[in-house]
């Protein structure tokens, strides 16, 4: 892939974002599409209530045209995937923004209806993996600097697929908590998964996709950064967790998604201890003093830029770790 065609791309995106960005948020304001914020949560928070939402649509409407426009003028269908994939969570996550509004509520989607719809576009992404993916889309690649292994997981790839859509989704979801925390991270991924394909010929649809998403990504950041004028919704956030997952389905390599997404990890894992612990103890006892984790560091008296400074910080630690050690060919 030439370098400059991927300049092409992420440049087109970002300007779109940039262009949709002042649209959107007027858009969400007469629409009356407002942030809710929780009364429990950080008092800093409050001043936000009435903020846009659903602003993911600055950037994914542009990740999807960018790549589907490549795709059919080039004739190469690679990155068809990943933006479908990204779109179909993206639909899930408006119809749950959308009617939030509607009801005035912070609730949505029914939990029911919000997790057999995920499971169905999670499971149309990994069959369809798994039959047009190509014969070796099952062999999973681990590579640790000098060390490097295969696993072949044959028919297991499609739940193994379905398990890191659903959870990427959902961890992504839960890290958008703080102004440009979930956008600032994502570009970090998604960045260091392309430059990982560079090394790597049969992936090379994943050098360009990734670039795009960093390039919408960063105009939304725009809008999105301390103070924010819009927030991404879950319009967003699923989108970008199902994007993530499915680039490193089609790398087939977990590590990029397990150490260069280890935040994303961290605040799942966070929310479920403190669910687990405060449920088992008769709602006595909290690990955190609030979940997910970037929450408690606000509360133990970090400021909200110094929460997302550092937690951008840890990403692109992990993401550099990630990169050599999958790299190395030594």
Known sequence: M????????????????????PLVITMMRRLKAKQTERDDGPQSHLKKQGTPTIGGLIFLIPIVAVSVT??????????????????????IGFLDDFLKIKKRSKDGLFPWQKMLALLIVAGGTACYLYFKGGDNITVLRFDMFAWHAELDIKWFFIPYAVFVLL?????????DGLDGLCGGISIIVFAMISCVAFTLEETADMQLFGFICAGALLAFLVFNYNPARI?????????LGG?????????RRPF??????????????????????FKASGRKKRVFKMAPIHHHFELSGWSEKTVVWSFWGFTLAMCVFTYFCTCYKG
């Open 256 to 277: 990029l998604l397990i150490i260069g997404g280890l935040i994303f990890i961290i605040e799942a894992l966070s929310d479920i201890i403190q669910v687990g612990v």
């Open 2 to 21: 030439k370098i400059s065609v991927i300049f092409i791309c992420m440049g087109i995106a970002f300007a779109v974002g940039i262009v949709l960005g």
């Open 243 to 251: 994007g993530i997952a499915a680039m490193t389905l089609i790398m």
């Open 70 to 91: 490549y795709a059919l003028i080039r004739g190469e269908y690679g990155l068809i995937v990943p933006a479908a994939c990204m779109f179909g969570f993206g639909i």
């Open 231 to 239: 927030f991404m919704g879950d319009t967003g956030s699923l989108a």
């Open 167 to 175: 959870a990427t989704t959902n961890s992504v979801n839960l890290t």
